[in-house]
């Protein structure tokens, strides 16, 4: 009868198991088709899949901040959508700097203090009090927490722009998101570094190749270097996610970083 129980009890946390989601919250560099223009672009969260066991479900959206993420009711639906148990990946930065004059609806306030706000002048002369990165990442992994889903924070990815043998200098935005992920108890991936430390393997040759447009967005050749990237960082973190790394995934390239 014991045994009976045991079987019963572990037959019963199997769907639960099974249906654990993957989900991507993030701008085009995750987005699917890139920078959304036809461009033989397309976003590393679109090549994720294919490296984990789990389902992943890509909700980026081209264009976005994670003020306007927050603002389109964007993470409001992706709250809504998952299920206690699953994880979400938080990645931004590329459109969060500021816009100067004119608010262009991404930008955030700086600084990485939460409660800090500035004013903004809109286009037809009207203002908006806006967050910091921090503000917003911030409520969106506590919601999501909240929720019972497992945020994981990633920085944003590095820019085609070298200095010498080695990649540009990351933005402030790439320790804001270590920043909300350390107040908050969080899984953190460098996945700038990630990125860096591959892209540097191949050299800058080889990397512009990934860069058919722009320094911004990726081929589907670099969007999977990307997501390879992305998969080492989880490998070296602590989160229970790697547990879901299928074998394609532990081939990944790359060594870990410990901070």
């Not at 701008?27 to 920078?35: I, L, P, R």
């Not at 389109?72 to 206690?84: M, N, P, Q």
């Not at 910091?132 to 944003?156: D, E, R």
């Not at 722009?161 to 992920?181: C, H, K, M, N, T």
Request: with cysteine; proline share 4%.
């Amino acid at each position: 009868m014991f045994s009976l129980k045991v079987s019963v009890l572990l037959l019963s946390a199997i769907p639960q198991i099974l249906t654990q989601t993957v989900w991507l919250a993030g701008d085009s560099t995750m987005a699917e088709g890139g920078d959304g223009a036809g461009t033989n672009t397309d976003g590393w969260g679109q090549y994720l899949g294919q490296y984990l066991t789990l389902p992943v479900t890509n909700k980026a959206v081209a264009g976005t901040s994670a003020r306007s993420f927050t603002a389109l009711g964007l993470f409001a639906d992706l709250i809504d959508e998952v299920e206690s148990g699953d994880y979400v990946v938080i990645e931004f930065g590329h459109n969060d700097g500021s816009a100067g004059a004119i608010d262009n609806g991404d930008e955030d306030a700086v600084g990485d203090a939460y409660n800090l706000t500035a004013t903004v002048t809109e286009a037809d002369g009207s203002t908006e009090i806006i967050h910091t990165f921090n503000f917003y990442i911030t409520n969106a992994a506590l919601s999501l927490t909240a929720k019972g889903a497992i945020p994981i924070i990633s920085s944003q990815t590095p820019d085609n722009i070298w200095d010498g043998s080695v990649l540009a200098a990351p933005s402030r935005f790439v320790p804001y998101a270590q920043e909300v992920a350390g107040n908050n108890s969080l899984v953190y991936i460098d996945h700038y570094d990630y990125v860096a430390q591959a892209y540097e393997a191949l050299g800058e040759t080889t990397v512009d190749t990934f860069y058919p447009v722009d320094h911004l967005h990726t081929s589907p050749a670099g969007a999977n270097v990307v997501a390879e990237a992305f998969v080492r960082g989880l490998l070296c973190s602590e989160s229970p996610l790697r547990n879901f790394v299928n074998g394609a995934g532990e081939a990944v390239p790359s060594k870990c970083y410990f901070y």
